[in-house]
C-alpha cells in the first residue's frame, strides 16, 4: 500500500498536497459513515425496550444526522478534488512524461519501442491518474469501515464479534488470492498491449514492405501473433478469477449466515435480545459489503496498480546529470580526446576515437558499415556519455552542458526525414517558431523549396499529411534541410542526406546544403566519397578508431585505406558508366 501511495503521490506531482488533503478527507468520511451506521443499534435497541427512552432515542438520533453531515462535508472535500482536478492531474502528467522524455538520455529512450511509451503517455497515464484517486478512496473506506464497524460489534457482543474475526482471515486470504492473479495479470496485460500498440505502429509504418511481399492482414504473423497474445493475457486473467472470486463473496455471505445463526441461538437462550441481534447483523452487513467489493474491484486495483508502476518508472527514470547548467556554448571548435563508448547491448563501438574540427570547418566521416560514423555525430549531440575520454564544443565538456544547450546550437539532417502532419510552413519553422513569413521564405528559396512549393495549391499551407506521398525524397530532404537552415546553428551535422537521392534530386539537395553549411562547422557522414572531395580534414573510420585523417589529396597519396575505398569507388562508377552505353 504504501508503494502504491509513493507512486500516486508521484503522479500527482504539483497536485500532491491536495491529494493528500483528499485522502484525509476520505479517511475521516469513512469513519464517520461507519459511526452512522452504528448508532443504529443503540437507537433499535432502545426502541425494542417496553419503555422506551425517547430522549436517548433523540440523543442518538442527533449524533447520526451528526456523523452524516460531517461525513458528507468530507465527501464533498474529496469529490471536489476527485471531479474537479483529476483532468488537470492527468493533463499535467502528460506533460511532464513529456518532459523526462524530453531529457532522458536519447539512448535509454530508444530502447524503449514507441508503442511502449504510446501506452505509458495514453491508456496506462489515464488508468494511473483519473482512477487511481478513486481506487485510493474506495480503498480507504472499504478497509476503515469495517474495521470500525468490527470493533464496535466486539464491543457489544465478543461472540458476534468473533464470527466476524474467524471469517476475516478467510476472505483476506482468497482476496489477496484474487489481486495475485489481477496482479500477474495486469502486469502481462499492460505488456501485452505496449507491444501490441509497438507491433501496430511497425505494421502501419511497414505497410508498403508488407503489401509487396504479401504479408497483410492475417498473414502479418507478428502482428497476428502479439494480438493473440493480447487476447490470451486478458482472456486468461479471467479464468483464472472464477474460483477465487466465488470462494470470497461466499465466505463473506457465510459469515453472516454464522453470524445470524450464533446470534438466534443466544436470542433463544435469553442473552441477547432480538432487536439487539437484528441492530448488530444490519450493521454486519457494512461491515461484510466491502469486502466482497473488494474482491469484484481488484482487477481494476491491479490495472491501476500496474499503469501507476509504468508511469512511476518513466518518471523515477533519470535524466542526463548536467554539470554546470548555466554554461553557454560560445566557441564552435570539436574535440574529441581519446572516446570510448559501447551501446548497452554490444561490444564496444567508439576505441578511442581522438580529433578536431576547427570552427567553420568540414570534416567529413568516411569509413566502411558499422565503423562507428553514426555513433560519432550521436556524441555530438550527447546522446549518450562516453564510457571514457570526452567530447567538447567551443572548449565545453559536454557532460557540463544541458542537452537544450547542446541542440540550441546544432542542426541535424538525417537520410530519413521526419516530416510532421502540419502544413509545410510548420514544418520548416518548426526549429524557429517566432520566424517571419520573409524567414521562412528565405530559408525555403536557399533550399530549393520555394519551386516546388509554389507549384501546390495551397502554397506554404498545405498539410504535409494531404500530400504525404505526393512529395518526392529529394523534396522532403530540401523541406529538412530549409528547417536547418532557418534554424541557422553555428554547427551542422549531415548524415548522408543525399544517399538515397536519385542524380536529379542530388543536385538540388547539394545545391541546399551548400547554403546550409557556409561559414558553419560541419561533420558530414559520407558513402559517396566524391562528394566529400572538397573537406577541411576527412576522417576514415575503422573498427571503432580513426585509422586515416587528411584532405582528400593527402590520403590518396597516402596510397592506405581512403585511397583504396576512392579506387573502388572509381572503378565502380565507370563501370556503371561503361555498363550503361
Ligand atoms: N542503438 C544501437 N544499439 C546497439 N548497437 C548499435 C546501435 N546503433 C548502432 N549500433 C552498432 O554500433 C556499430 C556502429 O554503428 P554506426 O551506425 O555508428 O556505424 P556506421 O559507420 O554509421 O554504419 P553505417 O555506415 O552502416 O550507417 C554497429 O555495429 C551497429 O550495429
New binding site residues.
Partial sequence: MRRILRLMLLAAGDYRDEFRRTLWCAFLGSILQAAAYATLIPILYELSQPDVNTTVVWTWFGVLVACWVFQAAFHYGQLRFEFGRWADVLAATRLRLGDTLRTMPQ?DL?RRAAGDLTTVMGSNVANATMSSSGMALLFIQMVTVPAVIGVIIIGIDWRLGLVLAVSLPFAVLFVRRIQQITGAGARRTDAADAAAASRIVEYVQGLPVLRATGQIGSSSQRLVETLEEQNEAMSGMQKRLTWPGLLASSVVQLCLVVMVAVGSALVLDLDMSAALLIAVVAAAVRFAEPLSTMANLSAIFEITDSALERVGAVLDAPALPVGEPEARITGYDIEFADVHFA?????P?LRGVSFTAPARSLTA?V????????????MLTRYADPEAGSVRIGGLDLRDLDPVEIYRNIAVVFQDVYLFDDTIRANIAMAAPDATQEEIEAAARAANVHTFVERLPRGYDTRVGEIGGALSGGERQRISIARAILKNAPIVLL??PTAALDTESEVYVQDAIDALVAEKTVVV?A?RLSTVVAADQILV?ED?LVSERGTHDELLARQGRYSAMWEAQTRARHWRVTASV
Avoid: M, Q
Fill in positions: 539512448a530508444e551501446y548497452p547491448d554490444g561490444s563501438v566521416l569509413g566502411p558499415s558499422g565503423s562507428g560514423k553514426t555513433t560519432v555525430t550521436r548524415d548522408e557522414i558513402h573510420l571503432g
